[in-house]
């Protein structure tokens, strides 16, 4: 019988993951949702499922709730915590290993060895991490969320103007389940791959825009002015420059190189454009 654990369960990935692997996992699986919020993390797991708090910030947590634990599916954190992500990520690890984990499927960032991104230094550090600790593994280096293009598509799709500044550049968008059930499938795999480039097909933004229903007005600027807008939105400096920062990336080429390791690792192919996008704006 092995003992599955996934951690950040409240979050959408989480979430996603933990109803999959409920699903997917044999009978007689133990299956562990790792929380910070244990009573958020009770109301929103399935029966069945375990729930044990463990907070990236606080290493005793993170030691007690892996206990038994043989196979961990490691979602990366957010940024901006108190303590500094890779310091996060660190604790998790040491405490994997402290607890005799034999294997850790980590959800990384696309050709995170080879990307020259900032956004990449901290999961090729955790990479790192996991490969010097000797814990068997799989990086999961997933692409990109179409769920993060939603207020840009939810504004096409309500007449207003579809912004970007990422001009022709391209990423490989999926929906954010379809990357954790990929996830749970490799958890779930007796002999998985060390490294998998989850994505979906290359696109570009105009490529999204001409996927909404409807006439859908495209407006392309650079990095000046879309960061500008996104400030007259109410978005901070701060926020805004970050989520400008995301247009430059995939201007760049750094979300361009695609592969099928998700569709095959589901098994079928990739919810299509206008449904996938569809799916997240009924969500919004």
Do not use: C
């Given at each position: 019988?092995?003992?599955?654990?996934?951690?950040?369960?409240?979050?959408?990935?989480?979430?996603?993951?933990?109803?999959?692997?409920?699903?997917?996992?044999?009978?007689?699986?133990?299956?562990?949702?790792?929380?910070?919020?244990?009573?958020?993390?009770?109301?929103?797991?399935?029966?069945?499922?375990?729930?044990?708090?463990?907070?990236?910030?606080?290493?005793?947590?993170?030691?007690?709730?892996?206990?038994?634990?043989?196979?961990?599916?490691?979602?990366?954190?957010?940024?901006?915590?108190?303590?500094?992500?890779?310091?996060?990520?660190?604790?998790?690890?040491?405490?994997?290993?402290?607890?005799?984990?034999?294997?850790?499927?980590?959800?990384?960032?696309?050709?995170?060895?080879?990307?020259?991104?900032?956004?990449?230094?901290?999961?090729?550090?955790?990479?790192?991490?996991?490969?010097?600790?000797?814990?068997?593994?799989?990086?999961?280096?997933?692409?990109?969320?179409?769920?993060?293009?939603?207020?840009?598509?939810?504004?096409?799709?309500?007449?207003?103007?579809?912004v970007y500044s990422a001009g022709a550049g391209q990423a490989g968008w999926a929906l954010e389940r379809e990357y954790a059930?990929?996830?749970?499938?490799?958890?779930?795999?007796?002999?998985?791959?060390?490294?998998?480039?989850?994505?979906?097909?290359?696109?570009?933004?105009?490529?999204?825009?001409?996927?909404?229903?409807?006439?859908?007005?495209?407006?392309?600027?650079?990095?000046?002015?879309?960061?500008?807008?996104?400030?007259?939105?109410?978005?901070?400096?701060?926020?805004?420059?970050?989520?400008?920062?995301?247009?430059?990336?995939?201007?760049?080429?750094?979300?361009?190189?695609?592969?099928?390791?998700?569709?095959?690792?589901?098994?079928?192919?990739?919810?299509?454009?206008?449904d996938a996008i569809k799916a997240v704006l009924a969500t919004a």
């Amino acid at each position: 019988m092995t003992t599955y654990a996934i951690t950040g369960a409240t979050g959408h990935f989480g979430q996603a993951a933990i109803k999959q692997l409920k699903a997917l996992a044999p009978a007689d699986a133990t299956l562990i949702a790792l929380a910070r919020n244990t009573d958020k993390a009770a109301a929103l797991v399935p029966d069945g499922v375990e729930v044990r708090q463990a907070d990236y910030e606080q290493p005793v947590t993170l030691t007690a709730a892996l206990q038994g634990v043989d196979k961990l599916l490691f979602v990366s954190s957010q940024p901006g915590g108190q303590l500094a992500r890779a310091a996060q990520h660190q604790n998790v690890v040491t405490a994997a290993k402290a607890a005799g984990v034999g294997y850790i499927a980590y959800t990384s960032f696309p050709h995170a060895d080879t990307s020259t991104t900032p956004l990449a230094a901290d999961h090729r550090a955790t990479e790192k991490m996991i490969e010097d600790a000797g814990i068997a593994h799989s990086f999961l280096r997933d692409n990109w969320y179409l769920e993060n293009e939603v207020a840009t598509l939810a504004a096409g799709a309500n007449g207003q103007p579809f912004v970007y500044s990422a001009g022709a550049g391209q990423a490989g968008w999926a929906l954010e389940r379809e990357y954790a059930e990929g996830a749970v499938r490799v958890l779930l795999t007796e002999t998985p791959q060390a490294i998998y480039e989850f994505s979906g097909a290359p696109r570009t933004y105009a490529d999204l825009a001409a996927a909404i229903d409807g006439n859908v007005q495209v407006v392309a600027v650079d990095d000046a002015a879309y960061q500008d807008g996104l400030e007259k939105s109410g978005l901070d400096a701060g926020t805004a420059a970050l989520v400008t920062s995301f247009q430059t990336l995939i201007r760049d080429g750094q979300l361009a190189g695609t592969t099928d390791d998700l569709a095959t690792e589901l098994g079928h192919p990739l919810t299509p454009l206008a449904d996938a996008i569809k799916a997240v704006l009924a969500t919004a």
